[in-house]
């Protein structure tokens, strides 16, 4: 999102608008990051007649969605997708957060299913340590790899 021009809100109040060092520090993240998330359309803010950035105070919320997803493993660009579907200028409500988090939970499902299968096969790969086993249930199960020479041939395991 481009940055919006918008005239100032002077005083406090609810609709008072923040400074990025007041988001940066209601929502404990870096200014350098506020910054970064608004290049890449996270977030937006405007600039006063000061050429000074403002944030609405719904930006503390996308905020929490954004380090939400981030701490579950969400790439930037999913994040920035399921943001793109709110209404600007809303804060994100509850029914919001469900329908978001709705769009994560197959990849979220699909990664614990992983993880839980290399917590159950790790025991057997303890002690190998060479990767080009002809049967390391991990990297190269039924040594599939042996049909292309010997040695190593993948960094992630294949599907």
């Not at 996270?42 to 000074?52: C, D, E, H, V």
Request: charged share 25%; net charge positive.
């Amino acid at each position: 999102m481009a940055m919006k021009q918008r005239a100032g809100t002077v005083g406090g109040g609810l609709g008072r608008e923040l400074s990025v060092g007041e988001v940066a520090e209601r929502s404990g993240v870096a200014v350098s990051a506020l910054h970064f998330y608004e290049s890449k359309g996270l977030i937006s803010s405007w600039r006063t007649g000061g050429n000074q950035r403002r944030y609405a105070r719904d930006v503390l919320r996308r905020l929490g969605i954004i380090k939400v997803a981030q701490n579950t493993g969400i790439p930037l660009a999913e994040i920035k997708a399921a943001l793109d579907t709110l209404p600007d200028g809303r804060t994100p409500n509850k029914k919001d957060w469900a329908r978001l988090s709705a769009r994560w939970r197959e990849d979220l499902d699909a990664r614990i299913a992983q993880l839980t299968r290399l917590r159950d096969r790790l025991e057997g790969c303890i002690g190998c340590g060479c990767l080009s086993m002809e049967n390391c249930p991990l990297r190269n199960p039924g040594d599939q790899a042996g049909e292309h020479g010997s040695g190593p041939r993948y960094l992630e395991p294949q599907s």
